[in-house]
């Protein structure tokens, strides 16, 4: 009886359904419990999601790759869902071409002090040159970093650590950030945390309101798109 | 619905396509927000079953990024060996960045704002 109670309990826990059940109910308890404490940056769904996760797994002893394969599916609609960026991207459209100079440079400035003050700490604190090269893309979208990274010598894998905890910890600093530095413009907030935060920073733009959203989109897809042609010909230049 | 879901795919799919063709170094759904944001210029308006599927997805955007987020799990030892330089490169560049970019953006939109704000159509 012994033996078959461990044996069901073995094919649970390398089922994908248990992976996908445990993946959506922490989610969505992580998000009752973000509202229920007002929104709390440090409470931020997907942080709080990512912990438990990570502490289950490693506590019935499932490594990642198996759990990644699991739940694929919902890391697979991030493709069409970021298709659907387009849809309040056509509907601010007006506003976007209103304020296009300022979001260009906001975008251009905002991006370019962060890759260089993210490599220049980075460096002075003594990391390596495996750290400094996979830190350069850690404000772009992820897929886009792992390119970049790999173009200059960096690990992906490693860029796509940082990628997720840049976005992570953006959106924790970011309620604090907006109120010490009175920005308080929707716009300019979304353009804020999409140049210096991709998509983790979108999504908690679209929670705020669809205009935000949509700037942070925006901004994204711009610093994606440029990043991955500037960076590695900037790196080749100056290495 | 269902149609416009497969769109949505359907510009992804365009996307992956001309990333392998033109060897573009950005990742296909980007190249597919683009062809959405084409097809919806073309048609001069968002269909209301394309924005029904939009939001739904748009709304669990957080949630699709939490397959990857716990993959931070298979890095540690990567990000172990310069753990300090990295958290604090990390913490600080992307407080730089929101505010640079917020800052910025906000000096130059200054007019703008305040034009908005006294005919009162700030939202």
Redesign the interface.
Known sequence: MQQSYSQIWLSLSTHSLTHLCLTLVVFALSVKLFQACKMRPILNPVLVSMVIIMGVLTLIGIDYATYFASVQVIHFLLGPATVALAVPLYRQLRQIKASAKAIFAGLFIGSFSAVVSAVSLTYLLGGSFDSIASIVPKSVTSPIAMGISEQIGGIPSLSAAIVIITGVIGVIMSGVLFKLFGIKDSAVKGVAMGTACHGVGTASMMLENEKAGAFAGLAMGINGFISAIVIPIAWLILA | MLNY?IL??G??FL?EVAVRVVHL??????V??????V???VNQG?PKP??D??QV???????????????????FE??K??A???I???????????????????V??KP??KSAEESGVN?
């Open positions: 879901f949505l795919l510009c992804q996307g170094p950005f990742p296909g759904p980007v597919g927000m683009l062809l959405l944001f097809y919806l210029l968002v394309l924005e599927v939009s997805l748009l709304k669990h955007l957080s949630l699709f990024f939490v397959p990857a987020g716990v993959g931070v799990m298979a890095h990567l990000l060996n310069d300090w330089p990295l604090i490169a990390i913490v600080v560049s992307t407080a730089v960045g929101i505010v640079v970019a917020g800052l910025v953006m906000g130059m939109l703008q704002l939202e």
